[in-house]
């Protein structure tokens, strides 16, 4: 029916760019400084914290196809089928209402009344101008916002209500036994346990 939008921050992956490239440049300082055995050392702390930096600010995004919305937070991704679907609401962030709670997403915060003036030529109301793109490759916005993902969201759900792909999808979702689900991100938090375990034994043999 339409391409799948995903929705993700442009300032956060900025920021994780630069985040590595300081680690990197620092890491090459203390090489040339005091050798390789000290860059050894330093790189525990270093990739902690660009391991941080990457999942706080360059995983986290928001996906619209016609099967689901996937929103993938710090810690987990959440998976919600669209039978599962309520409504969005906006709060400091995107909440996404189903049947099974609510599901915040990280990625997408409320705009600021500067950020809106900012955007100039861009429509007040995101949600009055949403639309779904046809069908083909991933549209990728760097633009994610709790109003420009929510406006995606419900242009989606309210395409494939007209189109009568949910027709009867609190049946299929009883029957089916549809529900929302969450998947930990268990390499990242498991990395990160590592690296800062790493780096504590780095700073108390200092």
């Known amino acids: 029916m339409g391409a799948t939008q995903e929705f993700t921050s442009g300032y956060g992956r ?7 490239a300081i680690g990197l440049l ?9 050798g390789a055995g000290e860059a050894l050392r330093a790189l525990p702390p270093v990739a902690l914290v660009v391991a ?3 999942a706080m600010f360059w995983r986290p995004g928001v996906e619209v196809s016609d099967g689901e919305v ?10 919600i089928p669209w039978p599962t679907y309520r409504d969005v609401d906006y709060g400091w962030s995107l909440v996404v209402r189903t049947t099974d709670g609510d599901v915040t997403a990280f990625a997408a915060p409320r ?26 490759r991933t549209v990728r916005s760097l633009r994610a916002t709790a109003e420009s993902v929510g406006a995606a969201i419900e242009a989606r759900h309210d ?3 007209r189109a009568g ?10 029957e089916q036994r549809l529900t929302t689900t969450r998947q ?18 780095v700073l108390v043999a200092a």
């Open 184 to 201: 930990v991100h268990v390499g990242t938090v498991g990395a990160v346990g590592v690296l800062a375990a790493l780096t504590a034994v």
């Open 70 to 79: 996937v929103v993938r937070n710090v810690l987990s991704t959440v998976r």
């Open 165 to 174: 792909y949910l027709d009867g999808a609190q049946r299929v979702r009883v």
């Open 159 to 161: 395409a494939l209500v």
């Open 111 to 136: 705009a600021s009344s500067t950020a809106r003036r900012l955007r100039r030529g861009e429509p007040a109301d995101p949600r009055a101008a949403a639309t779904v793109p046809p069908d083909g």
């Open 52 to 54: 941080v930096v990457w």
């Open 26 to 34: 620092a890491l090459g300082s203390v090489t040339m400084q005091d």
């Open 14 to 20: 900025g920021l994780t760019v630069a985040g590595a």
